[in-house]
């Protein structure tokens, strides 16, 4: 299987046949308290309308082989995209493919429409276990490693939906022009609502 030239395909409706793969990740990659209904994500497949700022594709190879799933937001009237969910095969891990995922949907911003792409990352501090705890750090130092920077000075908790309660978890940003912290606060602060607040000096780093 050959990785050197990665396709994200979105997901065209509930006939698509990468949506269960998609989904069987979906639920593999991602806690609990970190995923939406499949239920809603289904109903949001259903709506055309709504698909046309949301991206939820497949990354395949050439052979049309299923790698991973990116799901990313765009929201032209502020400027920003929201990166939602990105994973990878297990068995795939490491070897490049999530950083070409990442960078194809960076690269698919306009930076003349497009300020940042922000997102949530899990806390290593609230994780269930050690293992977990490594891995929410090697995610967000994946994170860096492509670009992005974690916003300090922030409280934020992430609501997915009433059947989970709000879990505390970090924000990055990945700015498209140079950002200073209040910048990157500003441009989040909107997006997340009443959800995020500062509670100290504000970082980006």
């Not at 609990?32 to 991206?55: G, M, P, W």
């Not at 990055?172 to 000096?201: D, N, R, Y």
Request: charged residues 20%; glycine residues 6%.
């Amino acid at each position: 299987m050959s990785f050197e030239s990665i396709q994200l395909k979105p997901l065209t409706g509930l006939q698509d046949e990468l949506l269960i793969p998609w989904l069987e990740l979906y639920e593999l990659a991602f806690p609990a308290n970190e995923r939406i209904l499949v239920a809603d994500i289904l109903s949001l497949l259903k709506n055309s309308t709504a698909l046309q700022h949301e991206h939820l594709a497949s990354a395949v190879s050439v052979e049309n082989e299923f790698l991973g799933l990116i799901w990313y937001s765009e929201r032209p009237n502020r400027g920003v995209a929201l990166l939602w969910y990105l994973a990878v095969l297990p068995s795939l891990r490491s070897r490049g493919v999530g950083a070409q995922m990442y960078r194809a949907m960076v690269q698919s911003l306009d930076p003349e429409q497009y300020t940042a792409v922000v997102y949530e990352v899990e806390k290593p501090a609230e994780a269930h276990s050690p293992e977990q705890a490594e891995f929410s750090r090697r995610r967000i130092e994946f994170y860096r490693r492509n670009g992005a920077l974690l916003l300090g000075g922030v409280h934020y908790l992430q609501e997915v939906g009433s059947h989970v309660p709000p879990t505390p978890m970090h924000l990055m940003v990945h700015p498209l022009h140079p950002l200073t912290p209040e910048q990157a606060f500003a441009i989040c602060q909107p997006v997340f609502g009443q959800s995020l607040h500062q509670a100290g000096k504000l970082t980006l780093d």
